[in-house]
T-cell receptor, first 113, second 112 residues
Framework: GEDVEQSLFLSVREGDSSVINCTYT??????LYWYKQEPGAGLQLLTY?????DMKQDQRLTVLLNKKDKHLSLRIADTQTGDSAIYFC?????????????FGQGTTLQVKP | DGGITQSPKYLFRKEGQNVTLSCEQN?????MYWYRQDPGQGLRLIYY???????QKGDIAEGYSVSREKKESFPLTVTSAQKNPTAFYLC???????????FGPGTRLTVL
């Protein structure tokens, strides 16, 4: 079946850039999403990219999409301690038109002061 | 999460009891979803509904039931048939098909 994979942990220093990576298998994806989850909370939508785009920038966030390699990345510039959270990549699973999302396992971002 | 409420935030249940988790939304979204989150496993889809009075099983529907009698509400019942119900449960809404999903704050269920 369709799958989304992420590395589980990333540690950076405050002020550095963070790059969180994701790979997916669905060749008919329409949208790909990044969500942020703080401890004990629900998921907050950070950004999304349409499958015909290569890049999307939104303030400190840059999303890069390589459709050939089915690779998605989220770059956070000038990472702050408040960015410490779990980040989920999700695939819209576009082939089924059900609105279902397939989530990766989540990457825990640790930001050290 | 604004516009999506889940209650209660924490829920404790004894083995063998059914329990119902509430999800209400005022976003006027057609689609609603229930996910289960376990540590290190991401989110897994339990049930979803794209329209009132209709719902479909997700990947892990066994031991759960839902109803969708109103557009605003999508309650999830965790039955005694669910063997390992302790988890964090998240409700989401969407405008249908491949549109963005928005999440509620979650309910943490613990079976004692």
């Amino acid at each position: 079946g369709e799958d989304v994979e992420q590395s589980l942990f990333l540690s950076v220093r405050e002020g550095d850039s963070s790059v969180i990576n994701c790979t997916y298998t669905d060749s008919s994806s329409t949208y790909l999403y990044w969500y942020k989850q703080e401890p004990g909370a629900g998921l907050q939508l950070l950004t999304y990219i349409f499958s015909n785009m290569d890049m999307k920038q939104d303030q400190r966030l840059t999303v890069l999409l390589n459709k050939k390699d089915k690779h998605l990345s989220l770059r956070i510039a000038d990472t702050q301690t408040g960015d410490s959270a779990i980040y989920f990549c999700a695939d819209s699973f576009g082939s089924s038109n059900t609105g279902k999302l397939i989530f990766g396992q989540g990457t825990t971002l640790q930001v050290k002061p | 999460d604004g516009g999506i409420t889940q209650s209660p935030k924490y829920l404790f249940r004894k083995e063998g009891q059914n329990v119902t988790l509430s999800c209400e939304q005022n976003l006027n979204h057609d689609a609603m979803y229930w996910y289960r989150q376990d540590p290190g496993q991401g989110l897994r889809l339990i049930y979803y509904s794209q329209i009132v009075n209709d719902f479909q099983k997700g990947d892990i529907a066994e031991g759960y039931s839902v109803s969708r009698e109103k557009k605003e509400s999508f309650p999830l019942t965790v039955t005694s048939a669910q063997k390992n119900p302790t988890a964090f449960y998240l409700c989401a809404t969407g405008a249908g098909r491949a549109d963005t999903q928005y999440f509620g704050p979650g309910t943490r269920l613990t079976v004692l």
